[in-house]
């Protein structure tokens, strides 16, 4: 069984290349996106791997600038020649399950969000970009209407959707109106230990972007001065998030990795205020056995219990401060064995098992029609 997996980009190691790199090892082959970062992928896994990028690569700035080309995605990913494949396995949020295959081919699609920006967050997106009039604005909503218009027609060149949550699921069946099987995606929780002892300070980790709403959670615990907060992260809206501190906030910037899970273990909780379509982030807290106060809407619904969490619904400060005071509340109540436990379920293994046993049962299916 030759097969080829499609990726949209890798310009960065972040939660949809930890999924491309388990997809890769259960089925090693050559990996076709738009476009790579040497200098991000350097000493990873995919180092060693064979990438074949696309003309998106060799354009001006496309190191940093490879969004600006987002007219030519469609094109890009449909120059991948993919003829001399059995199974093309596309891990896609934006163009990678448009590639081009045949009817003796069976094409998965492992769907981390259908292309958010020319979709359900089309006029958020324009807003927050000052698109909404004059020539850009034009320009831009013509190129998300073409976007949109090529990304249904390319529907039904997936055979099967596989969904990284049960929120993708119908988020799936919304725009394309296909159902799609969950298979969440891989957590490295072995990394993170257990730490039953917990110190008395909150903490959040992100990249400092508008939608993490980290400034949300910075807003909040400025106005509940008695409690510390730890910020690890760093991003554009770094310096505008640190003006909003207050002193009982401290902003750490970027950490190294085993520094970000120290104070994951030892925090009291973990605050996260974003609507995710899966959210790693909470996952690994509570791998270290920290509970989570979390925004109850997207996947952290689905990664997050009553008995390993709490719960606010609106992206307000007001509603931090609320789940804040019922956790403080509750805070007796929470087990870290049973965190633990909860957080077990999104393991590596469990995703390689679970991939492995979906490939080949529609593998199989795909060879008796023949």
């Known amino acids: ?7 949209d980009w890798i310009p960065l190691m972040g939660g949809a290349e930890k999924v491309l790199e388990e997809i890769h090892r259960s089925y090693p082959g050559n990996i076709y996106t738009l476009m790579k970062n040497e200098d991000a992928i350097k000493g990873t896994y995919f180092s060693n791997c064979t990438i074949n990028t696309s003309f998106i690569q060799r354009l001006p700035f496309s190191k940093n600038k490879y ?34 295959t045949n009817s003796n081919q069976l094409h998965i699609c492992y769907c981390h969000s ?95 972007v508008s939608y993490k709403r980290i400034d949300l959670i910075v807003e909040a615990f400025s106005k509940m001065p008695d409690k510390k907060l730890i910020v690890i992260g760093e991003g554009p809206d770094f310096n505008k998030i640190k003006a909003k501190a207050g002193n009982n906030i401290i902003m750490l910037g970027y950490q190294p ?17 974003a609507e995710e379509d899966f959210g790693i982030t909470p996952v690994e807290a509570q791998a270290c056995g920290t509970p989570v106060i979390a925004f109850g809407k997207g996947g952290t619904l689905e990664t997050v219990k009553l008995e390993t969490g709490v719960f606010f619904y609106s992206q307000e400060c007001d509603s931090i401060i609320k789940a804040v005071d019922e956790f403080e509340s509750r805070a007796h109540i929470f087990d870290s064995y ?33």
């Open 1 to 7: 069984m030759k097969t080829a997996i499609v990726h």
């Open 67 to 100: 969004r600006s080309y987002l007219p030519l995605f469609p094109m890009a990913v449909e120059q991948f020649n993919l003829t001399g494949y059995d199974l093309v396995i596309s891990s896609s949020y934006a163009v990678a399950k448009g590639a081009l």
């Open 114 to 208: 259908p292309i958010r920006y020319a979709w359900d967050l089309y006029h958020q997106y324009l807003e927050e970009a000052n698109l909404k009039k004059g020539i850009k604005g034009i320009i831009a909503k013509s190129v998300l209407h073409y976007i949109r218009l090529w990304d249904a027609s390319t529907i039904n060149r997936v055979d099967h959707f596989i969904a990284n949550s049960n929120y993708i699921a119908r988020r799936i069946k919304k725009v394309y109106n296909r159902e799609a099987t969950v298979i969440y995606p891989p957590v490295d929780v072995d990394n993170f230990s257990l730490c039953v002892n917990k110190e008395d300070f909150y903490m959040t980790a992100s990249r400092m």
């Open 257 to 273: 990795y085993d520094v970000l899970k120290d104070h994951m273990q030892r925090a009291k909780a973990f605050v996260f205020a």
């Open 338 to 370: 049973v965190i633990r436990a909860n957080a077990e379920r999104f393991s590596r293994q469990n995703f390689v098992a679970n991939f492995k046993s979906f490939i080949k049962s529609k593998y199989d299916e795909f060879i008796q029609q023949d």
